[in-house]
């Protein structure tokens, strides 16, 4: 039930829903039974700075397998992959993206999609110990269902 949680949150931040990252941090820690906090809240203060800044821009994905993309209320059709770039008060980048779609909704397969649009350069995936090398504007990466990928443009890439 943790992944489902911090999956919810990230996707209400990708849509500039501070407040909810921000009641999450406050009041989960004394959630009962929700033992993942203690792992999320370093998390959360490591990406704050990009995500209160406010500057954000919504990316377009493809999802090139798996299941493309869901129905959402009021009966509009989104992503199953959704992405943002935020940029920081000091001109970094942070790319956030979230997998929309839940086990039942992906029949428990992952997503495989490209993020357009995003400056060339190194990408550290932040807290899954990989980078990612972009030299054509696209990342390429898979997805849980469920799943979250924050990518980090090195500092060296970004001329400063």
């Not at 997998?99 to 999609?113: V, Y």
């Amino acid at each position: 039930m943790a992944d489902r949680h911090e999956s919810q949150i990230v996707m209400g931040i990708l849509g500039g829903a501070q407040g909810v990252f921000s009641y999450a941090y406050k009041y989960a820690a004394d959630t009962p039974g929700y033992t993942g906090w203690v792992s999320f809240k370093p998390k959360y203060e490591q990406v704050w700075s990009w995500i209160m800044e406010g500057n954000r821009t919504l990316l377009t994905t493809d999802v090139t397998s798996g299941r493309t993309g869901i129905t959402s209320d009021p009966g509009g059709t989104i992503d199953a992959v959704t992405a943002y770039i935020f940029t920081d008060a000091d001109g970094r980048k942070l790319v956030a993206s979230s997998s929309m779609l839940d086990f039942t909704e992906a029949n428990g397969t992952a997503n495989n999609a490209t993020i357009a649009g995003v400056p060339d350069g190194t990408y550290d995936v932040l807290w899954e110990n990989r980078t990612l090398n972009v030299t054509d504007g696209t990342i390429k990466d898979t997805w849980q269902p469920y799943e979250y990928h924050f990518y980090q443009l090195e500092t060296n890439d970004t001329g400063t």
